[in-house]
């Protein structure tokens, strides 16, 4: 019985010795492959890390981010492959101040292929409701309006001077959400240019003709007392004296601001153009402008001005002279107080394309040798975006200055 009890015992501990040996064997296996696996998966996170600093580190034509360096304690913005420097202080040519959606990205913003805002801005500007619009915006400027409007998602839009009423329709077409209080003292529109395209949307009012009421004098707050988060831009292309404009805006609690007509000094097509844009506000260095400039500096958060859609090199076939008023670009212009163009078809063939394709959709000549495409491409007046500063605390108060929310 005790034979047959040892040899049952021995067997059992034979087949404990075997699981064991399987089990060790087992996890060394288990243990060698899972590190195998791991190193893999380590291998390849390395090697898509390093393509991925690789790719980082190489600026192609297509990525031209503006590069902000500090120099001399001033900000200054430049781009590659461009010769303009803006300076984040007044009393120089090409200004800026500030951060906005404009320094940094509005080429991304652009041509992000997953919306391709632009894609769908020349769909629109093709429809425009007055082809040529004498006496009014042409592409530089719709698209500055049009991608500031979608990229702000304003609850109220103020425009002063309207003319023909493109620039509403660019306005309703970027944010259909939006309230518009479009003003004019005009009934009909100037240089023959038809009739005025009226937004058949209940959230636009006119005050035009006998209603017309200054932007001076209006009262803005009444249009967005009801909303529960006002966002406020106004947008001027009324030939008026701009800096002038700007308290009166401050205290009304509006944030943003564009201006069409940002002639550069020594430019303008009125009295007013000449002496009362941000632009030459900011580039006087001597006389009575000097201190409009510095106050203008110091009473905006940000400051930019909207590229180019291309450079004007693109017109070296165009024999259009100069424009005494300004207002338009030339294959010659030095460019070292605008900011580098959206595309660059005279550096990039990617570029090029998409500019064929604007002309052939558009209809114009890519040459410009015809007057109508140099217009067009050309017509460019430096537009204006800021931001103005918020007035707070129990003076704003007093002064019944609102603030606008963040
Ligand atoms: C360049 S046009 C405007 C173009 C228009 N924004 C467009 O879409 O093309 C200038 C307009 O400003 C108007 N204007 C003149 N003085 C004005 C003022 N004080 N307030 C508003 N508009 C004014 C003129 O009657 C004219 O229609």
Redesign the pocket.
Known sequence: MQKLLRQKKKRGNKKTAICLCFFTLSYSFAIFFSGYYTSKILCQEESVKKAVEKKQNTVTVQDRPALSSISSNVRTLSWPNWPAVAKEAPQNPFVFKGDNFIHKDVRKILLEPREHWLKEFIKIYKNRP?PV?M????IN??LALYTTVRKIQPSLVV????????????IRKAWPYTKIIS????PK???EQGERWIDKSNLTTYYTGDN?I???QLDIRKHYREQKNPKILV?I????HLVKRIPRLVQQGVKYVIV??NYRQGEGSTTNDRIGTPKQMFSHTRGAFVKDGHWLFQNVDSYAEFPPLIPPIMAKASNEPRKADGGFMVASDKNTDIPAPILRPDLDPEDMKIYEEICNILGLDKTMLDRDSYLQFMNYNQIAFMELITLRGPIARELDIVTPPQ
Do not use: K, M, W
């Not at 425009?159 to 660019?170: D, H, L, P, Q």
């Open positions: 007055d619009n006496c009014g915006i042409r400027h719709a425009e002063s001077g309207i003319n023909a009423g493109v620039s509403t329709y660019f003003t004019d003292p005009e529109p100037i240089c017309f200054d932007l001076s947008f292309d009324d030939h008026q069409e007509d």
